[in-house]
């Protein structure tokens, strides 16, 4: 499965827009892009995951860059609540999940 | 939504004896499940790979006769840590994905605190 790489940590302001953003320039045609949140001491939450077409829903949205090598999610309002570790995933074939470092995002008030 | 049920959510158990914990996936059938650990400030660690009626597939390094998975129906697997020792004290956390779909989500359970004295 590809590997993918993200910002260790991110600020941002309550009430404006979280914009994560994460690189996986080797994924392949039919690997899926996942991104899952960690608030400390839980399981990962699922948030969204995309093939190639943009994706939104309740929690969030997700834009892919046309070549795939890109991506970026979206929490419009970021709220308090939102402080968490965002990992961004690509499956492949095997249907496993494999964490990287994700991203820690500070939402301040 | 699919929800995914672990127990306990903390256990403290001497060195030397072993300890079960319990996944289970509660409004949907998963031939899958997964079990991850995650140490302190780390990111989470495949383990195993849980299949139903069939024996379980461990990542490299993992050792198979110290972590015992049990897939034995469509909603429950088990994780035995047998002969724990502190090195082993971790936060365990399973998941299934509620679909035969590669591409359908999994979902996490709350995880087990576990902590070898």
């Known amino acids: 499965d590809a590997k993918t790489t993200q910002p260790p940590s991110m600020d941002c302001a309550e009430g404006r827009a979280a914009n994560l953003p994460c690189n996986h320039s080797t994924i392949s045609g039919n690997e899926y892009v996942y991104w899952y949140r960690q608030i400390h001491s839980q399981g990962p939450q699922y948030i969204i995951h995309?093939?190639?077409n943009n994706e939104t829903n309740e929690m969030a949205s997700l834009i892919i860059t046309e070549d795939r090598k890109s991506s970026t999610l979206i929490l419009p309002h970021a709220t308090l609540r939102d402080t968490a570790v965002y990992y961004c995933i690509v499956v492949g074939n095997t249907g496993k999940l494999i964490f990287g470092q994700g991203t820690t995002l500070q939402v301040k008030p | 939504g699919a929800v995914v049920s672990q127990h306990p959510s903390w256990v403290i158990c001497k060195s030397g004896t072993s300890v079960k914990i319990e996944c289970r996936s509660l409004?949907?059938?998963?031939?899958?499940m997964f079990w991850y650990r995650q140490f302190p400030k780390q990111s989470l660690m495949l383990m195993a790979t849980s299949n139903e009626g069939s024996k379980a597939t461990y990542e490299q390094g993992v050792e198979k006769d110290k972590f015992l998975i049990n897939h034995a129906s469509l909603t429950l697997s088990t994780l035995t840590v047998t002969s724990a020792h502190p090195e082993d004290s971790s936060f365990y956390i399973c998941s299934a994905r509620d679909s035969g779909a590669i591409n359908s989500p999994l979902h996490f359970g709350n995880g087990t605190r576990l902590t070898v004295t």
């Open positions: 409004d949907f059938q998963a031939t899958t």
């Open positions: 995309g093939l190639k």
